[in-house]
């Protein structure tokens, strides 16, 4: 029996691919061994949004190589798609596998022989017109429910449609199988996961279903505790979607919502398909609905033409936005994406400024929020994460929480009352173990 170790870097969709994947190997007679346990196949799923993914890629070649000297390495993912070439000059890489390829893997590497070359099967990425349904399981508490993959959306930052292709989903009716499918397991709550999960519903190039069509039925499936939706662009979050969520058991008061910047002049730019206006209304009306809803962000700094007068239109935006966290990204230049040629190159030091600027303004948004929330009582979901005796999990609206450790409470979902935050900046919480409740 062949042993295959697996390495994902990126996104969550690349974890819910790459669990995905690691099935279909084990499905056909391969042993999964962590990636020290001498493998004879190792599948690197690599990303092309992580800063440095060609070196991070030679290191993990180069760890692989050492710990099992003649195993068959292949490279998949969103770096495999936009640079094949390059990966394949890596030593030690056997095959580079495109997006329309890496589901066939097993069948297109048929006995992962050694060879002289390295094969490289990467189509052009307009190949990629089938989706190919996906989700992580076993791993954690939660699972990443692939829905929707690709965009059709051109923003000058970004690299994604280019090595994702174009948006296409699963099907309502597949999706809630595979939901039922996870619910028969220990796992109680699923995230929804994909590159714009806003634009669901696209199937053979034809919008046949809706965002909305798929929560609704989805908050129809019996053992599943949560659903989460990972992350939706600001014009694609109706407020159908949002009343829906605000009165639902199942789906969770916790939004991300990508802003990218909080200047219209920066936002055209980008090529995003909204204003800042827009976003205030969806973040008033989710507020309004669900006063207590986390809401995370996304944010660049340093886009080409972002003057510290810009910059500072997106800061003050943010200090006043009641929202509760931010995810702060340099912008970084990619190959082959509008922004890259753009004039107004705005210095790496700057950058890093800007970037610290707001990392620090998303610990007090964040402070504050969890401010807000004490005192009062929500479910937790305890995870398998044990840090000097201490356990951790999240409450609904997505509030980290630390409770002493107990073996029973792990994936357990218990009641908890938040009482304060500690000096890691996660809330302690009030005896969960005595209110316990029976599922
Ligand atoms: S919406 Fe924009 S940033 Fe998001 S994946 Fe599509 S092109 Fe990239």
């Known amino acids: 029996m062949k042993k295959v170790a697996f390495y994902t870097l990126g996104c969550k969709l690349n974890f ?10 084990e499905q056909k007679g391969y ?3 962590d990636f020290d346990q001498t493998p004879d196949i190792f599948i690197i799923n690599t990303c092309s949004v992580t800063e ?5 890629c030679k290191k993990i070649v180069k760890e692989a190589k050492k710990i099992s000297p003649n195993a068959y390495i292949t490279i998949i993912g969103c770096y495999a798609q936009l640079k094949p070439k390059e990966i394949a000059e890596i030593e030690g890489v056997d095959a580079v596998l495109g997006a329309a390829e890496k589901f066939r893997i097993i069948e297109l590497l048929d006995g992962f022989a ?10 052009e990425i307009k190949e990629a017109v089938q989706f190919n349904h996906a989700f992580s399981i076993h791993d954690r508490t939660r699972t990443f ?10 923003c000058a930052f970004c690299t994604i449609p280019l090595a994702r292709g174009k948006s296409r989903s699963d099907s309502i009716s597949q999706i809630v199988a595979a939901a039922n499918e996870i619910a028969h397991t220990e796992v109680k709550e699923i995230v929804l996961t994909g590159v714009n999960i806003g634009d ?9 279903e809706s965002f909305a069509n798929l929560v609704q039925a989805l908050d129809q499936v019996e053992g599943i505790d949560r659903f989460r939706i990972s992350s939706i662009e600001p014009n694609l979050l109706t407020n159908e979607i949002i009343t829906f969520v605000s009165k639902s058991k199942r789906f969770v008061p916790h939004f991300h919502i990508p802003l990218q910047s909080g200047s219209n002049a920066i936002l055209r730019a980008m090529g995003r398909r909204y204003l800042r206006e827009l976003y205030v209304d969806r973040v008033s009306k989710i507020k309004a609905l669900m006063p207590h809803c986390c809401i995370g962000v996304d944010v660049i700094v340093g886009f080409p033409g972002e003057t510290d007068a810009l910059f500072q239109e997106t800061y003050q935006f943010l200090n006043e936005l009641p929202v509760s ?3 702060v990204f340099s912008y970084s230049e990619r190959a082959n994406t509008r922004a890259a040629e753009m004039e107004e190159v705005i210095p790496i030091k700057v950058r890093n400024e800007r970037s ?3 990392r620090i303004l998303s610990e007090k948004k964040r402070r504050n929020f969890y401010e807000e929330n004490l005192g009062l009582t929500y479910k937790v979901l305890f995870e398998e994460d044990v840090v000097d005796g201490k356990m951790h999990g999240f409450t609904e609206n997505y509030i980290r929480v630390a409770a002493k450790y107990d073996p029973l409470l792990i994936n357990e979902v218990k009641k908890v009352t938040l009482s304060e935050i500690n000096d890691h900046g996660t809330v302690e919480v009030r005896e969960p173990e005595l209110q316990y409740e029976q599922h």
């Open 31 to 33: 042993q999964k061994v």
């Open 114 to 123: 050694k060879e002289q070359e390295t094969k490289v099967l990467a189509s």
């Open 52 to 56: 440095n993914a060609d070196k991070k």
């Open 145 to 154: 429910l692939k829905v929707q993959d690709g965009c059709n959306y051109g």
């Open 16 to 25: 819910s691919e790459t669990s995905t994947i690691s099935r279909m190997f």
């Open 325 to 327: 966290y931010l995810h």
């Open 200 to 208: 669901f519903g696209i199937q053979d190039g034809r919008r046949k």
């Open 356 to 358: 610290k600027m707001l």
